[in-house]
């Protein structure tokens, strides 16, 4: 059974920082990318960061310079540092384990930024 578990989200101030983290089980993690999106009530969801089973990694724009995405292979999981955080940044934030037409998500963690 593949599971997808985020943690780490909260309320923060606008420039703060939060880090979060994805752990996953029941997939051979080394060999899967790995995905960070965000989603806003009504809107659709977007792909914030990725990362491949190699690190090579790719941001939208909207985070590149304050956002990094990671991975620890020793533990399985992912992680996003995010930085400089803005109100525009509020959002459920998801992660997604993805392999060709396969694709797993977790539950999601609400990150509010917010003074």
């Known amino acids: 059974q593949v599971q997808l578990v985020e943690s780490g989200g909260g309320l923060v101030q606008p420039g703060g920082s939060l880090k979060l983290s994805c752990a996953a089980s029941?997939?051979?993690?080394?060999?899967?990318?790995m995905d960070w999106y965000r989603q806003v009530p009504g809107k659709q969801r977007e792909l914030v960061a990725g990362?491949?089973?190699?690190?090579?990694?790719n941001y939208a724009d909207a985070v590149k310079g304050r956002f990094t995405i990671s991975r620890d292979g020793a533990k399985n999981a992912v992680h996003l540092q995010m930085n400089s955080l803005k109100p525009e940044d509020t959002a459920v934030y998801y992660c997604?384990?993805?392999?060709?037409?396969?694709?797993?998500w977790g539950q999601g963690t609400q990150v509010t930024v917010s003074s």
């Open positions: 990362i491949t089973n190699d690190d090579k990694t």
């Open positions: 997604k384990a993805i392999r060709g037409f396969t694709a797993y």
């Open positions: 029941g997939i051979n993690f080394s060999i899967w990318p």
